[in-house]
């Protein structure tokens, strides 16, 4: 009996590492995931700061040149 406890014993453990492996695992994914999403809308935010000041320059020289 005490070697069969033992066996459930070491299964059960097997299972926990298992379980905290994978636990771990997913926050590393969802931690990396929401890294790219930043990096991802830092690069929009920079275009988009980037094409209001091409756009006022841009009206700038039409507006001069209209004069």
Known sequence: ILDKIQSIINKL???QH?????YFRSNEKRFNDLLLSIDKTVEIIDADLASTYIDADDTQVLNEKLE
């Open 13 to 15: 453990r097997y299972r």
């Open 18 to 22: 298992e379980l905290e492996n994978e």
